[in-house]
């Protein structure tokens, strides 16, 4: 995503002079033909490798939500996640790639269905600078689209529609998420002409993502029993911390596929380093989170830990590519501390099960801001993309540069988000019915729950035979809870 | 003295413990049973196959209380756990022979005395 004339790209166009534009853009000929650079190899494993890490995610982000999802709401996360990530899939490769990622300072304006391109490397202008194969960018790109649409709904779990997901993500997958993360890093006019710093995306995918989630929870509103008369908020625990870590673990496995796997190139040798910029901010943050929450809890909180992680490594995502090892702690520690206190403040006011505005929004705000505060002049120069930070230049021209992009990004996906969600909300509704809440999801929604023997009693399942069952009477389609008198 | 056995809805139990507490009533006993009544089972959708639960999940709410109490509690209970759907539960009551502290030993209605202390630290 960042340009640059490395080596690669002067291999390329060599290449190109030596070939016609139709043969290279096919690698199989080009292979065939014995002019494939090794690198167009090299390369594409690196990012088909990060990409599946990224892909991994999704298994992050679901166990993570069902750990703090009451045992009745648990089964519906999973239908969630595979649904989604599957039409996200289809609407990015039909549609949201070709904007997020063709040409344009507005939004791109080809490769439609991943078709009629001509040249990759011309068409994708701001990716030319690696020469992997466009099918290994598609991926990638799209392991990133699929990872924002799953921040969208930490906000709303055990009382949404499933039907809003799917409307949603057809919309953010095709138009909200492209069109925003193009300006942000797909070549368009905040990253191009302002020079607007965000190398894997704590605002393209993070803040974009949690920004949606934002403005889904202003029109959901909280679960019942969440506030009480009082107005005071009341836990409303999950029921697997133990699921809730795995969730945690292995999103911050996934995170080496996101930052490092953005140099979308392994031949310059730069993704090593990512990864240790990575690491160092992620583990600062569990302590930042769990030295604060002991402080002001007393109590060295499971959740915070784990959201630490996550809030450090949002943090982290733009400018893992830009900063020196050394500011990693420091960015990721103050994400630490920015978690509990997100979390307490915001657990206030509206309903965040999981956290998600604090550890993607407000850590996605600082990640993208401390570029402005701590871009080394090399990176900058090497990823030819704004310049360096507060601390060594002494202006503030990059700190502003990176505010006006997070304001600009907020505003747009909050505008066109919250009137999705309106349409929904005005046609379908947002909300299941209250019995239907007070039953979980997984019966209502789904017909079936997530942990059967918790909720049906067990000699019914044991030796349980249609045979023998006493005949449903009149049972309406899909199942219910609603009480339905004996005739 | 009198034994006051409630089996009622999930949701109801949290309305009924305030509406006591603030009464001065604090020391009940919940337990988690599964019975069947007139309510219908909940039909269960496995991968396609059906699957009938005739049990359904309730919560059995017990107090002895004096027996001039009783009425108190018993309005309580009906006044949060009615619904006007089948399925709102039944209350019984039903005497009790003899009642100790254990801690000190009291036996009679003294261990069950109404606790208005409670009920003004519930309502401050």
New interface residues.
């Given amino acids: 995503m960042r340009r640059r004339t490395g080596a690669a790209l002067l291999g390329a166009a060599l290449a190109s002079v030596a070939l016609p534009g139709s043969a290279l853009a096919d690698t199989k000929d080009a292979a065939a033909a014995g002019v494939l650079p090794d690198s167009v190899a090299i390369n594409s494993i690196w990012v088909v490798v990060a990409a599946l890490l990224v892909i991994f995610m999704q298994a992050g982000f679901a166990f993570l939500e069902i750990g703090f999802s009451r045992a009745k709401n648990a089964g519906t996360v999973v239908a969630k996640i595979l649904t989604n990530f599957s039409i996200a899939a289809l609407a990015y490769w039909a549609i949201g790639f070709a904007f997020a990622f063709g040409n344009g300072d507005i939004l791109g304006t080809h490769g439609f269905l991943l078709r009629d391109y001509g040249d990759p490397q011309q068409a994708f202008g701001i990716m030319g600078l690696s020469d992997a194969t466009i099918e290994s960018k598609w991926l990638f790109q799209f392991s990133f689209c699929a990872v924002s649409l799953a921040i969208v709904w930490g906000t709303t779990l055990e009382r949404i529609k499933f039907a809003v997901y799917v409307i949603y993500a057809i919309v953010f997958a095709s138009v909200i998420y492209p069109i925003a993360s193009h300006w942000v890093f797909g070549g368009g006019w905040l990253q191009s002409n302002l020079g607007m710093q965000d190398f894997a995306g704590s605002t393209a995918v993070h803040l974009i993502g949690a920004t949606g989630a934002f403005a889904v929870l202003l029109q959901l509103g909280a679960r019942r029993?969440k506030y009480g008369p009082d107005g005071q908020p009341r836990a409303i625990p999950g029921h697997s911390m133990p699921l809730f870590g795995l969730g945690v673990l292995i999103l911050w496995l996934g995170w080496f596929g996101f930052n490092p796997g953005s140099t979308l190139n392994a031949m310059d040798g730069r993704f090593p380093e990512v990864a240790l910029v990575t690491m160092l901010a992620a583990a600062a943050g569990v302590l930042g989170a769990v030295a604060v929450a002991r402080w002001k809890t007393g109590t060295v909180d499971i959740g915070m830990a784990g959201n630490g992680a996550i809030g450090a490594l949002v943090a982290i995502t733009a400018p893992s590519g830009y900063v020196e090892a050394w500011t990693a702690p420091l960015i990721g520690g103050i994400a630490g501390v920015i978690v509990p206190l997100g979390v307490y403040w915001i657990d206030r006011r509206i309903d965040d099960p999981v956290g998600a505005l604090t550890a993607h929004g407000l850590c996605g705000v600082w990640g993208t801001l401390s570029c402005g505060i701590f871009t080394s002049p090399g990176l900058a120069k090497f990823n030819a993309v704004g310049d360096a930070g507060l601390i060594y230049t002494g202006s503030f021209h990059q700190l502003f540069t990176q505010a006006l992009g997070i304001v600009t990004v907020f505003a747009f996906v909050f505008a066109l988000s919250y009137a999705t969600f309106a349409a929904i909300k005005a046609t379908i509704g947002l909300r299941v019915s209250p019995e239907e809440e007070?039953a979980g999801l997984d019966?209502s929604e789904h017909?079936?729950?997530g942990y059967?023997e918790q909720?049906?009693?067990a000699p019914?399942l044991i030796g349980?035979s249609?045979a023998f069952?006493?005949p449903?009477?009149e049972?309406p389609r899909?199942?219910?809870?609603k009480?339905?008198?004996?005739t | 003295m009198k034994k006051i056995e409630a089996y009622i809805r999930?949701?109801s139990f949290?309305p009924i413990r305030m509406e006591l507490l603030s009464l001065g009533f604090p020391s009940l006993s919940i337990s988690e049973v599964?019975g069947s009544g007139?309510?219908?089972g909940?039909?269960?959708?496995?991968r396609g196959?059906?699957?009938?639960?005739?049990?359904r999940?309730k919560v059995k709410l017990e107090c002895v209380v004096a027996t001039q109490d009783v009425q108190t509690v018993v309005d309580a209970i009906l006044k949060h756990a009615r619904t006007g759907?089948?399925?709102d539960g039944k209350v019984f009551v039903m005497p009790v022979e003899e009642a100790y502290r254990i801690r000190t030993g009291e036996s009679g209605e003294e261990t069950l005395q109404a606790h208005p202390e409670v009920a003004a630290q519930a309502t401050a």
């Fill in positions: 029993g007070e019966i017909g079936m729950y059967p909720f049906i009693p019914e349980y249609p069952a006493v449903a009477r049972t899909g199942a219910t809870t009480e339905v008198p004996v | 999930h949701e949290e599964k007139r309510q219908k909940i039909t269960e959708r496995y196959a059906e699957l009938t639960n005739w049990l999940p759907q089948i399925g």
